[in-house]
């Protein structure tokens, strides 16, 4: 059974930066395609960014330009590096497994506010 545990969360000014990890157990990660996604509040769990095993990448439109998804197949982590937040941008984040059976991990909150 996979096991994600998301770290990197934290209150961040409009304009600021942060990189969120996902480390994973359980599961042969390199082989994985590996997805960030995000819920603000009163909103549907959205599609970020994802990975596939071969370093292809995917980025919702809302921002690409300003994040950056990448792994560590040495420390069966990926990253999702955040800049240029915006207050839109306030959600909790979530890695996910793509492959069937899916994981999820249990969230990490990221608040863009001055």
């Known amino acids: 059974q996979g096991q994600l545990v998301e770290s990197g969360g934290d209150l961040v000014q409009p304009g600021g930066s942060l990189r969120l990890s996902c480390t994973v157990s359980?599961?042969?990660?390199?082989?994985?395609?590996m997805g960030w996604y995000r819920q603000a509040p009163g909103k549907q769990r959205e599609l970020v960014a994802s990975?596939?095993?071969?370093?292809?990448?995917n980025y919702a439109d809302s921002v690409k330009g300003r994040f950056t998804i990448s792994r560590d197949n040495a420390k069966n982590t990926v990253y999702l590096q955040m800049n240029s937040l915006k207050p839109e941008d306030t959600a909790v984040y979530y890695c996910?497994?793509?492959?069937?059976?899916?994981?999820w991990g249990q969230g990490t909150q990221v608040t863009v506010s001055s």
């Open positions: 359980g599961i042969t990660f390199r082989r994985n395609t």
């Open positions: 996910k497994r793509e492959s069937w059976p899916p994981y």
């Open positions: 990975i596939t095993s071969g370093d292809s990448t």
